[in-house]
């Protein structure tokens, strides 16, 4: 089982109800209850205009969740640093 991230509260777009939304919705939504949204969909900064918002997104290159887990401390140190209205995109090995 995997570690949450401790101190925050985490959730997936499928436990709020809102799989099925298209990106620029879902942002919207996100930020508003929200500070960070993690995404791995490789083409969000292409097909979404990210200026101007609150929200601090995080892309990660893969949706394997073995993987994800592998890099944890890559991603939480990313966590820690990145300020609202950020993009960082990070290479997963």
């Known amino acids: 089982m995997h570690k949450p991230i401790v101190g925050h509260v985490c959730t ?31 083409n969000i900064a292409c097909q979404q205009n990210l200026s101007g918002l609150r929200i601090a997104i995080i892309q990660l290159s ?6 994800i887990l592998a890099a ?3 991603i939480k ?8 209205g950020e993009f960082i ?3 997963i090995a």
């Open 72 to 74: 944890d401390i890559l």
């Open 89 to 91: 995109s990070l290479a």
């Open 77 to 84: 140190s990313t966590i820690v640093r990145i300020q609202p």
């Open 12 to 42: 997936t777009v499928q436990k709020r109800g809102w799989a099925g939304i298209k990106n620029g919705q879902l942002l919207r939504r996100a930020e508003s209850e929200f500070d960070l949204f993690v995404t791995s969909d490789q």
């Open 62 to 67: 893969t949706n394997k969740l073995r993987r």
